[in-house]
Structures are given as C-alpha cells and as structure tokens.
C-alpha cells in the first residue's frame, strides 16, 4: 500500500495506492512555517487510522524547509502514525513539479491560498523564486485577491452594486476585518476565502480586473527569471478556479501555459508509480 499526501496550508489531498485501485480524500491541511506538525497529526489522525499499515508514505509540506533537524523531527513524527512505512517527505512545490512533468525539466508555480514559483530540472527544484509571505508578496494568491478586494470594500472603492452583494454575503465591520486580518493564525485563510465571492461574479467588470491584476503582479514578480523556451504549469484552486484569467494575462506578456491542475495528486500517483 502507497500513501501520498500533497499537504497544502489549507487542505490535504491524500491517494491511496493499493493492489492497482486508487482512492482519494481530503483532509485539512498545515503550513510547517508557522504550524506544528503534530497537532495536524493529530487531527488527521482518525482519517489516517485506516491506512496505519502503509508500506510507503510519501508527503508533499507547504512550509517544509530545506533544513536536516526539521526534516528528522518530522519524519519521526510521521513514523508513529506508520510504524511499517519508508517514508519521504518533500516540500509541497517539489510535489507540484514531480506531479507535472514527473521526470522532465520546466517551471512550476502553486496558486493557492499563498504562492509559489520555481524551476524544476527534471529531478530536483534548481531555483526558487521567494513568494515572502502575503504580507510581503504571495502575488497571485488567494491572500492578494482577498487584500485588495478588502482594502477597496472598507474604503468604499467597491462598485455600488457589488458592494450591494459584498453586504449581503458579509456581515464585516471595520473592526471585525482588522482583528480578522490581524490574526496572527488565520489571517492568510480569511484573505482567501474572499476568492469564492470573486469567482461568483467574475463576469463584474471590477472582478474580473482585479483578479487579471493580481495575475500581471504574479508574473511581474517571477518574469525576471523566467525563460520563455521552457514550459510553465500551475497547480492550486486559485490557478484552476480561474485558470482563464490566468491563461489570458500569461498571453498578454507572451508565456504560454503548459497545463493547469487543481491538484498534483494524479501526476504524483503517476510519479510513484513509474519510480
């Protein structure tokens, strides 16, 4: 039995690979920068239970660093839920490249809830372009999206009748988006739950610009270091959800994307598979 975990800050999708039959779940996710891996070890603990007997684990981390003591103490962990399992564990944009173009080069980015961009060689992830967080960057992201739709909602910059919508789905005073925003556990996932109601009326014109923009802000951050004779992909809710806007403002400064998946999970069955 197989197990492989693409663990996101927000959710996890798990597949299950056992006698040729797959099976997939989801569970919540973590992100190892500024979460403990053993409370979510202990909140998934239930839904794993029934896969304690695995004979490899493979699990993909947001927020897992290139850092030895980290990665020890981290597998040490993952050992006490599957004591008979070799178990590897990567950072989630390996995952994403692996899960891509499995053994073939090209670049990768996560547009999820945060964001990630990098170039994978085929083996290995070769260069990384810093996303710093959404404070500082994650451009692209669920959190830019839910930053700048917030900030024009409390400064009354919203279009009357979408600021008629945004009330009627929000009940949001000035205080109460301050304290959420200022969180220091949950403010990332606030900012981006505010994608859904993007999504819902894409088809406003102030939607759609803002969401085209986020995605010019996302390439602007990462062009410099782009080579336009090697592919691009993308994976997260983000890119796929609005994966026409992304497509559109990639074209306006001439990348064409390669492929688009919510998920890498496919892609990394595949890889696990075939290695």
Not at 88 to 98: Q, S, V
Not at 155 to 180: G, V
Not at 253 to 271: C, D, F, K, Q, R
Request: hydrophobic share 40%; with cysteine.
């Amino acid at each position: 039995m197989i197990l492989i975990g693409d663990v996101g800050g927000t959710k996890t999708e798990w597949m299950v690979l056992e006698n040729g039959v797959y099976r997939t779940f989801k569970t919540i996710g973590v992100n190892l920068v500024h979460e403990k891996l053993t409370e979510f070890l202990k909140k998934v603990a239930k839904s794993l239970q029934p896969f304690s007997e695995a004979d490899q684990v493979f699990l993909y981390f947001a927020g897992l660093l290139d850092v030895p003591r980290q990665r020890r103490n981290a597998q040490n962990e993952i050992k006490k839920s599957f004591p008979r399992a070799k178990i590897a564990i990567e950072n989630d944009l390996l995952g994403a490249a692996r899960g891509a173009y499995q053994t073939s080069p090209g670049w990768i980015g996560i547009l999820g809830t945060g964001a990630n961009f990098a170039y994978y060689n085929g083996k290995v992830i070769t260069q990384r372009i810093p996303s710093l967080g959404y404070i500082l960057g994650d451009e692209g992201s669920g959190a830019a999206f839910g930053k700048k739709l917030l900030a024009d909602f409390a400064r009354q910059k919203l279009p009357a009748d979408l600021e008629d919508e945004f009330r009627k789905a929000y009940k949001l005073d000035e205080a109460t988006l301050i304290s959420k925003v200022y969180d220091p556990t949950g403010s990332k996932a606030f900012l981006a739950s505010f994608s859904l109601f993007l999504h819902a009326h894409l088809a406003h014109p102030y939607c759609h610009q803002l969401v085209y923009q986020a995605f010019l802000e996302h390439f602007k951050a990462v062009a410099g270091n782009y080579n336009p004779g090697t592919l691009v992909s993308y994976t997260g809710s983000i890119a796929y959800q609005f994966s026409t806007v992304l497509e559109a403002a990639a074209a306006s400064i001439g990348i064409a994307i390669h492929s688009i998946v919510p998920t890498p999970i496919e892609g990394l069955a595949n890889y696990h598979k075939l290695s």
